[in-house]
């Protein structure tokens, strides 16, 4: 069981290490991630991915949110570290909704404009959002 927490926290430093390059998105074709209409506030959003990349793909609970400063994304500084758990995987429709609670991550996020990014095999899938 140790071998396997090590593990999970081992994936998370290292995929809040190496950051998101843009070369390192999926194309939007396969995978994409939306908000869910109505879902959003400052605490937590519900997203919605989508995935027809005809891969066995799996989901964690990580995820990091980025803040747009003078149109470039700056990764938003934790509040405290968290491991990835458990795995989910897309429907027969080939979606998976998943709500996220930052509050106790990054707090309430102040108005902005925001992406929310997930980790999918190595590469990385965002949706924008804006806080008003």
């Not at 991915?49 to 149109?71: A, M, V």
């Not at 458990?86 to 309430?108: F, R, S």
């Not at 902005?112 to 008003?132: D, H, L, P």
């Amino acid at each position: 069981m140790k071998k396997i927490m090590y593990l999970n926290l081992f994936i998370v430093l290292l995929v809040m290490i190496t950051g998101c390059r843009g070369n390192d998105m999926y194309d939007k074709e396969d995978i994409t991630m939306t908000i869910k209409n109505g879902t959003l506030t400052n605490k937590s959003a519900t997203i919605i991915i989508t995935d027809f990349s005809k891969q066995n793909n799996s989901y964690g609970l990580w995820f990091r949110i980025d803040k747009k400063e003078n149109n470039k994304w700056k990764e938003l500084k934790a509040k405290e570290n968290w491991i990835n758990t458990p795995a989910y995987y897309v429907d027969e429709n080939n979606k998976l909704e998943l709500e996220h609670n930052w509050q106790h991550i990054y707090g309430k996020l102040p108005n902005g404009e925001y992406r929310i990014i997930k980790e999918v095999n190595g590469k990385y899938i965002s949706a924008e959002f804006t806080i008003s």
